[in-house]
């Protein structure tokens, strides 16, 4: 029997709550020490957060301009500006910080997908956009491991999850370099409505084939990176952390495997015992590598729903219409398959409803 939107909804929800309240029940009964928690708040050197913060903004940019480079290769003109670009970035940040799974990667689409009229299958090319985007991050996270296992004391846990991730990695990479094509309109033409979806999706990802955008691309992602690791090391300073530059990258790495599968918004604890736990190692202890871990989430999250809330207003949408963004875009791909007036209509309805 297939589920309804609704119907999944709610059991995405319960499902969530049930986890976070383990999770929240776990770490009440079993955590770190509260006290020694807020003694090392008490401690924080605000000029250096205020750094990491600066940081963490300037990868932001970096990191829009990337997907902005990805857009322009798989789009023909007329393509959305940066400030749009930069806008819908941003509301995906605030989706990802604040909602359970990777809404946030369709919620930037959705947001572009209302800017563009009725082009038709520009949601699928935006959709390899962001894939083709994320899969830049492949080169500056194997940089970062690389640099990491040459110089950090990893555990041997995280030693098993880094081969993990850049396996996958490198996989998607591969995938995304073979399903890769330019623009051809006369093919695509002639081709049925799957088949156009399917190559719209793949035109998305046209910047693998070309090498000065690409190399422009994947360059703004290690500028991006290289910025949240200063941001990651400034933080620590804050916290009166000093175990260098190697203890930044590992620290750096492990939050980011921890949040691949968000089971809940921030996977907030995990993230935390996944930061505190390593730093034990460096003669952090791990109350205040446990509180490091919650402010460097909440910079980090500061900075992703600051920003999101501000373009979320500008775009002249509200938090419930961020929510429903990626039921839209599925009505989108529904619309590319005879369902055009009912993706019509609902475009409408978050366009009026905002």
Known sequence: MKVSIPERRWIRITVVVAVAAGVAALLWWRG?????????????????????VALNLLSIVVRALAWNTVISQAMPPPRPRFRLVFSAFCVGLLANAVLPGRIGELARVAVLTRKSGSQNGTWATLVGTVFAHRVFDLIPSVLLIVYVLATAKIPDWAITSLIAV??????????????AR?????????????????????????V???????????????????CQFFAVYTAMQAFHIHAG?????????????????????????????????????????????????????????????????????REGLSFAILKRMPEVTELESAGGNGSSGDAARERTRVSGGA
């Open 166 to 179: 850049v396996s996958a990695g490198a996989a998607l990479f591969l995938l995304a370099l073979l399903s």
């Open 208 to 226: 693998m084939h070309e090498p000065g955008p690409a190399i422009l691309a994947a360059t703004l992602q290690c500028l991006g990176w290289l």
């Open 182 to 206: 330019r623009h051809q309109r006369s093919v695509l033409e002639e081709a049925g409505t799957l088949k156009r979806v399917v190559t719209m999706a793949r035109y998305g990802l046209g």
């Open 32 to 52: 770190p020490e509260w006290g020694a928690i807020r003694d090392a708040f008490r401690a924080v050197e605000w000029r250096w957060v205020v750094a990491a």
């Open 245 to 313: 530059f190697p203890a930044a990258g590992l620290v750096l790495v492990l939050m980011n495997v921890a949040t691949i599968f968000p089971l809940w918004p921030g996977n907030v604890g995990l993230t935390q015992a996944a930061i505190a736990l390593p730093l034990v190692q460096y003669g952090v202890p791990y109350a205040r590598g446990f509180a490091f871990g919650i402010g460097l989430q909440l910079i980090e999250a500061s900075v992703g729903i600051g920003i999101g809330l501000v373009f979320l207003g």
